[in-house]
C-alpha cells in the first residue's frame, strides 16, 4: 500500500547528522559511514555513506540511498545534494508520490526545483506496489506537482512491461486540476467487429470559470461529426453551458445534421433569478444515429424555455416564454404543444392568519402555434376550435384551515378559480371570442390514525390502519369544450391521484366535481422505525356524472357512479429487498386496466436486482375492441467478489398480439450483457448491446448490435467508450463501485 511519509519537524534550520561512525578532515569535510540520516525541518536523508561539505553545502550519498519529504520519497544507488541551489540527483533511482499513488522508477532523477521531478529513462504507474500491471516509459518524464500534470517524451503505454501504445509525446494530469489536452478516446464496436464509434476529445482549460470540449467524433456509415461545449460560470450569466454538433455532409442521406443545446441558470442577488434552455436539431433521428452506444432517446418535443423570476416572501414573481420543437414528423398539427410568449405570474404563498392558510396566484399567458406547415410533405391546416390561439387570465385563490392531531387530521378549504381568455385566429363562428367563466370548489380532507402493538413471525410490529376521506365539491360550468386544451391534461391515474380533488392538470378546465375520495393504508413498523410492509386501497364514488372532458367525445366513463379501484402495495423483508404492486381495476367491465409489479434488490456488497411489468389495456365496450401494451424490465449487476462482477438488462414486449395484428420481428427491444473486472492497477467493462433505434418516432425492427469496451487505467485515463454512462440509465440503482479506488 501507499504510506505517506511524515518526518518530525525540526523547529530551527539547523542541519542535524547522525552516523555510527564520522570523520572530519581540516578542510572541513565530513564523512559519515553507517547507518547515515540527514535531517533539516521535515526533510529526512538516509544512506550507508556520505560526503558532507558544510562550507559548499553540498553532500554526495551512497548505498541505499533515500530521500524523504512531506508526501514524497525519492530513492537510489548515488545522490548528489546541492542545499545552494536546492537541487537533487540520483542515479538508479526509484521514487513515490504516496498522498496521490504515484510512483515509477528512473535511470537518472533530478529535482532542480521545489514539488518538480526530472527524470531520464523513467517509468510511472498508478499501481500499487509490487504490482505493474501497466506502466508509462518515458525516455525523459517531468512531474510537476505545484502545476498539477506531467509530461513524457518518446511515451510507451505498457502491460506487463510490454509495450502497446506509443505517443512521442504525452502531456497528463496527476490531480485533480483542470489541464489542457485530449480526453479519453471512446470506442464501440458493433456486431460486425467494425467501428461505429470513435471519439477523441480535447479540453481547452481557457480561464478558471471557462472552458471547452473539442470532440472528433467519427460514427460508422455517417462520417466525421464535429461536437463542441463550452462551459461558462460568471457572476451575471450563471452557470452555462453550450453544446453544439455538426456533420457537414452525412454519408447516407447527404445532408447537413446539427444539434444545438444551450441551458444556463443562475441568480441575480438574494431575489432575482434566470433560467434558459434552447434545444434544436436538424432530424429525429439524429440522436439514435450520432450516439449509437447510448440508450434510446424517447423525446418527441424538444423544449426552449427562458424563465426570469423575482422573490421576495411571501410574493413570487416570474415571467415564462417557452416553445418546442417537434422532431417527430408523424405527429400532426393539431396534437403540437402551444408556445407561452409569454406567460407572467404572480403568487402569493401560504401565509397564516391565525390558523388560515391562504394563497393567491395570478397568472397571464398568451399561447399560439403554428395554424399551417408542412409535415411528411403534405401540406395541413388547422381549422376550428384548434386552429384557435389565445390569451388567457388565470386567478386562482384557496383558504384553508388544517388541523392536525397525533390521532389525525382535517383540513377544510374553498378555492375561487376564475378564467377569462380572448380567443382568435380562427374562422368567424359566431362564438363568444372573450370568454370567461369561474367557479367555486369546497374539499373537505381528513384522515385517522390508529395504531396497535402486534406481533407477526416472530417481530414486534406497529400496526397502523389509516382511513381516509376526501370529499370535493364543484360546480358545472358551461361551454368550456369551446375553448382549447392549451396546457391541460386529464390527471394521470396513480393511487396518490384519488386524493388530488381534481381530474386535469392544467389551467383549461374547471372539473365539474361531487365525489368522495375513499381509501384506508395500513403499515407495519419495526421497533427502529423500518417500514416493512404497506399497502393501500381506494376509490372515487360520483354524486353526478361528469360532463367537463378535455375534447368533445362522448366518455361512458364520464357516467359512471365510481372509479376504478386502485391499490398498491410494498413489502420491504429486509433492507434490501422491496417487492411492489399497483392494481387498477375496472369493476364495471370486470378486467385489470393497469398492473404493474416488481422486485428489487440492492445490498453495500454491490449487488442489484430490479425486475418489473407494466401491462396497461384499454377497452371499448361499443366496438368491443381493445388496446393493450405488456413489458418486461430486468436488470442486474452482481459482484461476484471485490473484482469481478456480470451485469445484464433486458426490456421485452410481452403483448400477446392478435393474428392479423402487425408484430415486431423481435419482442427484445434492448437489451445488454457484460462484466466487469477491476484490481488496484485497472479496470475493464466489456458490455455487449443490442437496441431497437427509433424511428419516426417508433421502434424499428432493424435491430443495431454493438460491442463496448472500456479500460481505466486507475488515476490516469479511460480508454474505451463510456459504459458507466451506459448502466446508469439501464440498470436500477447503478453506481459504479469503489472497490480498490483512492
Not at 537533487?88 to 528512473?106: C, D, F, P, Y
Not at 461529426?225 to 442521406?253: A, F
Not at 417557452?322 to 404572480?346: A, C, G, H, K, M
Amino acid at each position: 500500500m501507499y504510506l505517506v511519509a511524515t518526518p518530525q519537524t525540526l523547529d530551527s534550520d539547523r542541519i542535524e547528522a547522525e552516523a555510527d561512525e564520522g570523520t572530519l578532515t581540516r578542510a572541513g569535510a565530513i564523512t559519515l559511514e553507517g547507518d547515515v540520516v540527514f535531517q533539516r525541518y521535515d526533510q529526512l536523508l538516509r544512506a550507508d555513506y556520505a560526503q558532507w561539505y558544510p562550507e559548499q553545502r553540498k553532500a554526495n550519498l551512497e548505498g541505499h540511498v533515500s530521500i524523504t519529504t512531506p508526501g514524497m520519497t525519492l530513492g537510489g544507488e548515488e545522490a548528489t545534494i546541492d542545499d545552494n541551489a536546492g537541487t537533487i540527483e540520483l542515479n538508479r533511482s526509484a521514487w513515490v508520490i504516496a498522498e496521490r499513488h504515484l510512483r515509477g522508477t528512473a535511470e537518472q532523477l533530478a529535482s532542480p526545483e521545489n514539488e518538480i521531478l526530472t527524470m531520464q529513462g523513467a517509468t510511472l504507474t498508478f499501481c500499487e506496489p509490487g504490482q505493474n500491471d501497466w506502466d508509462i516509459a518515458a525516455s525523459e518524464l517531468t512531474l510537476d506537482q505545484a502545476a498539477g500534470f506531467g509530461t513524457a517524451w518518446h511515451t510507451r503505454l505498457r502491460v506487463g512491461e510490454v509495450p502497446v501504445l506509443y505517443l512521442p509525446y504525452y502531456r497528463f494530469p496527476i490531480d485533480d486540476r483542470r489541464l489542457t489536452g485530449f480526453l479519453d478516446p471512446s470506442l464501440s464496436i458493433n456486431g460486425m467487429g467494425q467501428a461505429e464509434d470513435i471519439q477523441i476529445p480535447f479540453y481547452l482549460n481557457i480561464a478558471p470559470n471557462f472552458d471547452a470540449t473539442i470532440t472528433a467524433h467519427h460514427v460508422l456509415d455517417h462520417g466525421l461529426l464535429w461536437e463542441n461545449q463550452l462551459r461558462h460560470k460568471s457572476e451575471l450569466l450563471g452557470d452555462g453551458e453550450l453544446n453544439y454538433g455538426i456533420l457537414g455532409n452525412d454519408e447516407q442521406t447527404g445532408e447537413e445534421r446539427s444539434l444545438v443545446n444551450y441551458s444556463q441558470s443562475g441568480n441575480w442577488g438574494k431575489r432575482w433569478s434566470h433560467e434558459l434552455l434552447y434545444n434544436n436539431v436538424s432530424d429525429d433521428d439524429y440522436f439514435s444515429d450520432m450516439n449509437p452506444s447510448a440508450s434510446v432517446y424517447r423525446s418527441s418535443h424538444l423544449p426552449r424555455r427562458g424563465r426570469i423570476s423575482y422573490t421576495t416572501n411571501p410574493f413570487k414573481a416570474s415571467v415564462l416564454a417557452e416553445s418546442f420543437q417537434t422532431t417527430d414528423e408523424d405527429i400532426s398539427l393539431s396534437n403540437r404543444p402551444y408556445r407561452r410568449l409569454p406567460q407572467v405570474s404572480l403568487s402569493y404563498e401560504p401565509s397564516t392568519y391565525g390558523l388560515l392558510n391562504v394563497e393567491q396566484t395570478l397568472q397571464v399567458t398568451r399561447f399560439n402555434r403554428e395554424s399551417s406547415a408542412i409535415i411528411n410533405d403534405s401540406q395541413q391546416t388547422l381549422s376550428g376550435r384548434a386552429a384557435l390561439n389565445g390569451d388567457r387570465v388565470v386567478s386562482d385563490t384557496r383558504i384553508a384551515y388544517p388541523m392536525t392531531q397525533p390521532y389525525g387530521f382535517f383540513t377544510p378549504a374553498l378555492d375561487y378559480r376564475y378564467r377569462q381568455y380572448h380567443l382568435y385566429d380562427a374562422e368567424p363562428t359566431g362564438d363568444d371570442e372573450t370568454p370567461s367563466f369561474g367557479a367555486p370548489r369546497l374539499t373537505l380532507d381528513g384522515g385517522l390514525f390508529f395504531e396497535r402493538e402486534t406481533r407477526l413471525l416472530g417481530t414486534d410490529y406497529i400496526q397502523t390502519l389509516e382511513p381516509r376521506l376526501l370529499y370535493a365539491y364543484s360546480p358545472y360550468r358551461a361551454d368550456q369544450q369551446d375553448i382549447p386544451a392549451f396546457d391541460t391534461k386529464a390527471t394521470s391515474v396513480t393511487y396518490s391521484s384519488l386524493f388530488t380533488g381534481d381530474r386535469f392538470t392544467g389551467s383549461d378546465r374547471l372539473a365539474d366535481l361531487n365525489q368522495i375520495s375513499t381509501g384506508v393504508t395500513t403499515r407495519y413498523i419495526r421497533d427502529d422505525g423500518f417500514e416493512q410492509f404497506r399497502a393501500g386501497v381506494g376509490q372515487i364514488w360520483y354524486f353526478r356524472d361528469r360532463e367537463v372532458t378535455i375534447d368533445e367525445s362522448d366518455d361512458e366513463y364520464l357516467q359512471r357512479h365510481s372509479s376504478s379501484t386502485l391499490g398498491e402495495a410494498e413489502w420491504n423483508p429486509t433492507t434490501d429487498w422491496t417487492v411492489f404492486s399497483f392494481l387498477e381495476w375496472d369493476s364495471h367491465d370486470d378486467y385489470l386496466r393497469q398492473q404493474r409489479y416488481g422486485i428489487r434488490f440492492r445490498d453495500n456488497e454491490n449487488h442489484m436486482l430490479s425486475i418489473s411489468s407494466t401491462q396497461n389495456e384499454s377497452r371499448d365496450p361499443d366496438s368491443e375492441s381493445s388496446y393493450n401494451t405488456h413489458q418486461v424490465d430486468a436488470s442486474a449487476f452482481w459482484a461476484i467478489n471485490d473484482r469481478w462482477a456480470l451485469f445484464g438488462r433486458q426490456l421485452r414486449d410481452l403483448k400477446d398480439y392478435e393474428i392479423n395484428e402487425p408484430k415486431p420481428v423481435d419482442p427484445v427491444l434492448e437489451s445488454l450483457a457484460g462484466f466487469e473486472y477491476q484490481n488496484c492497477c485497472w479496470r475493464a467493462q466489456f458490455t455487449y448491446r443490442e437496441s431497437s433505434p427509433r424511428s419516426s418516432g417508433e421502434f424499428t425492427t432493424d435491430k443495431r448490435y454493438g460491442f463496448m469496451l472500456s479500460i481505466q487505467l486507475k488515476g490516469l485515463t479511460t480508454l474505451g467508450s463510456g459504459t458507466d454512462t451506459l448502466l446508469s440509465e439501464s440498470i436500477y440503482g447503478y453506481s459504479r463501485r469503489q472497490y480498490h479506488d483512492y
